[in-house]
């Protein structure tokens, strides 16, 4: 099935910086959502965006709803350990309860 | 809120024999299910979409009498892997979606592996 883009497909940074991250689809939805798995763990809602050019904070993570539809980012400001992990986004459309999953992007942190 | 269980966290079994894996929204009522599988450092893949008191509605290549999917209340869903191979072998996620929302909410996984 179709999958959404993200980029970059990897991250190495160090503890403090902030981390920028996309995703892409050739297709619009109404709905992002962005998560975050840990090894061996089952992934975590951390946003939902629902309009349009949403900005929506969640602690130090903020995540926007791309004007056209066809894209997401989330930022992360001063990274920590605990940040480590794959981040996938997800779209969905109203009336289709399936969610269509990105790629992933890797988050690891140089010590 | 929103919390989901699946039991067991991990399970071996030989081939040929059958495991059940359960899925339970906690702290809300699902009247959908999800079964994903994932690959090592792969993404997650639907396999099956599980409605309250319907048959499930698998995706394309998933078969479906080999993946056993129940959802018999609104709090539970299982998913049978009947006539384990090694190929199973795996990673099983189940989400659930409260009424009226398109949010998805995991369970922590179960590892499935078949010797």
């Known amino acids: 099935g179709q999958q959404l883009n993200q980029s970059p497909q990897s991250m190495f940074i160090q503890e403090g910086e902030d981390v920028s991250m996309n995703c892409t689809s050739s297709s619009i939805f109404n709905t992002w959502l962005w998560y975050k798995q840990d090894p061996g763990e089952g992934p975590v809602l951390l946003i939902a965006?629902?309009?349009?050019?949403e900005l929506t904070s969640n602690g130090r993570l903020t995540a926007q709803f791309g004007i056209t539809r066809k894209d997401s980012f989330l930022n992360i400001s001063a990274s920590i350990p605990s940040d480590v992990g794959i981040y996938f986004c997800a779209g969905a459309n109203f009336g289709n309860e399936k969610l269509t999953f990105g790629t992933g992007t890797r988050l690891t942190i140089i010590p | 809120g929103a919390v989901v269980s699946q039991h067991p966290s991990w399970v071996i079994c030989k081939s040929g024999t059958s495991v059940k894996i359960e899925c339970r929204s906690l702290d809300f009522q699902a009247t959908t299910m999800f079964w994903y599988r994932q690959f090592p450092k792969q993404s997650l893949m639907l396999m099956a979409t599980s409605n309250e008191g319907s048959k499930a509605t698998y995706e394309q290549g998933v078969e479906k009498d080999k993946f056993l999917i129940n959802h018999a209340s609104l709090t539970l869903s299982t998913l049978t892997v009947t006539s384990a191979h090694p190929e199973d072998s795996s990673f099983y996620i189940c989400?659930?979606?409260?009424?009226?929302?398109?949010?998805?909410?995991f369970g922590p996984g179960t590892r499935l592996t078949v010797t």
């Open positions: 989400s659930a979606r409260p009424l009226g929302n398109y949010e998805q909410y």
């Open positions: 965006l629902y309009k349009a050019g």
